[in-house]
């Protein structure tokens, strides 16, 4: 934000005041929305500053391009990015970063619960984004794999009363030929996922041998953007690493000196 030498009062105020007004926007839209977490306000705050930061440097880069050169908003954005490679993917690599706090901040939103259901019992477990999740034991099934004894209790999952389809948790007993346990038993977790969270169901066992099932039902918010973070982070290594882009200082120097040496050996001549 601030280059050396150059932390002047104004400059401060120009680099700082969109960034600024970006974090205590995201804070007040937090605390409208409820949001009491101390450790959840402070990291989504703060993503929303370096947010600001990063889509500040964009917005001024290709501003500048426009009014120079005329060219239209995404061919200025291009060739931003192209001639100046390590600067904006670096940009990128910190947006990354940003994604990683925001989506581990959601942990402080996990919502859990166990339940014990016999079929046709259901249960209901409330989202932070607002939204009811119904879930229905529809019963309990073994059966036999080609190296494991599997035990699998089955959920029929509603979302605000739309359905969203079959939930399956497993237990595992891993077997060797002559059908006698070779590890501890395993568990399979059901996984459901969106933008938003994963919602996850794990069959914890039966009771008494019947159809009545333990489950421990979790939601995760966030999870899917850890792995979107991960991609950004590729993105711009590749932009950062990608060969070509505007002059490097040596180069420049190295033509500025050329140019002199001629100059030199022309003026000699006359």
Known sequence: LIA????SAAN???QFIAPVTAGL???AGLLAAGVRDFHALVALALAGFVAGTVAQEF????RARVRMHG??????FGRLVGRNRRRYGGYLVHVRVLI???AFAGMAFKREMEATLKPGEAVELASPFGHTYRLTHVGISQFEALNRVVSAATLSVEKDGKPVGLLSSEKRQHVDSFKRPTFEPSTEVGIWSNLQEDLYVTFAGAVGGTEEAVYRITINPLVWWVWFGGFVLALGGIVTMWPGGGPTMAQATKRGQAGYEVA???AGKE
């Open 25 to 27: 926007v995201t804070l």
């Open 12 to 14: 401060l105020r120009r």
């Open 59 to 62: 917005y001024r880069g290709v």
């Open 71 to 76: 060219e239209s908003v995404p061919l200025a």
């Open 4 to 7: 050396w030498r150059k932390a």
């Open 264 to 266: 030199l050996v022309e």
């Open 100 to 102: 990683y706090f925001v």
